[in-house]
T-cell receptor, first 113, second 111 residues
Framework: DAGITQSPRHKVTETGTPVTLRCHQT?????MYWYRQDPGHGLRLIHY???????DKGEVSDGYSVSRSKTEDFLLTLESATSSQTSVYFC????????????FGPGTRLTVT | SQQGEEDPQALSIQEGENATMNCSYK?????LQWYRQNSGRGLVHLIL?????REKHSGRLRVTLDTSKKSSSLLITASRAADTASYFC???????????FGKGTLLTVNP
């Protein structure tokens, strides 16, 4: 698991509530990524970070925000959850700069009712 | 938008047989990777092939890359039940080491 943990692992929430997912890594990797995985879509990049306080949007960033105040933590926030955000969310880190290999966390299954 | 598209979407074989999965992509790349995902787990990197390479091996895995056809294939030889998983190709997606993933091939190896 390359020292990546995600919390919570499962969450059920109601439409309109804010939700924050946490990704924690212990390997001091500079680059971190948030993906969502949906049937028929594979993995799609939501946001990524290239350093503390340095973040940028990915392919499907609408409705999501991120923060990275420490190297080890990358937070994904759904400001007002919608049913279309029901998904499995994966965090990943870049194994090392110069390589495109990514390590993935175990995922968070989020259900918005 | 998806860069890679795997084919077939699902593949069912018997233990001991070889499994071949294909990936097609749309734009030029620097490298292409294959990842495996067991049910309910995160993705695990299998192998990376660079655009100037045509073939690469790792254990029972063989990857080919044809940049003229914008396609890659992953061959798993002598498959085992433990190879049952989804397999994804990923291409480099611009700056900051971003990746673009395909939709995956679900491989089932029957004992």
């Amino acid at each position: 698991d390359a020292g990546i943990t995600q919390s919570p692992r499962h969450k059920v929430t109601e439409t309109g509530t804010p939700v924050t997912l946490r990704c924690h890594q212990t390997e001091n990797h500079r680059y971190m990524y948030w993906y969502r995985q949906d049937p028929g879509h594979g993995l799609r990049l939501i946001h990524y970070s290239y350093g503390v306080k340095d973040t940028d949007k990915g392919e499907v960033s609408d409705g999501y925000s991120v923060s990275r105040s420490k190297t080890e933590d990358f937070l994904l926030t759904l400001e007002s959850a919608t049913s279309s955000q029901t998904s499995v969310y994966f965090c990943a880190t870049l194994s090392r700069e110069g390589s495109y290999e990514q390590y993935f966390g175990p995922g968070t299954r989020l259900t918005v009712t | 938008s998806q860069q890679g598209e795997e084919d077939p979407q699902a593949l069912s074989i018997q233990e001991g047989e070889n499994a071949t999965m294909n990936c097609s992509y749309k734009t030029s790349i620097n490298n292409l990777q294959w990842y495996r995902q067991n049910s309910g787990r995160g993705l695990v990197h299998l192998i990376l092939i660079r655009s100037n390479e045509r073939e690469k091996h790792s254990g029972r895995l063989r990857v080919t890359l044809d940049t003229s056809k914008k396609s890659s294939s992953l061959l798993i030889t002598a498959s085992r039940a433990a190879d049952t998983a989804s397999y994804f190709c990923a291409t480099d997606g611009g700056s900051n080491y971003k990746l673009t993933f395909g939709k995956g091939t679900l491989l089932t190896v029957n004992p």
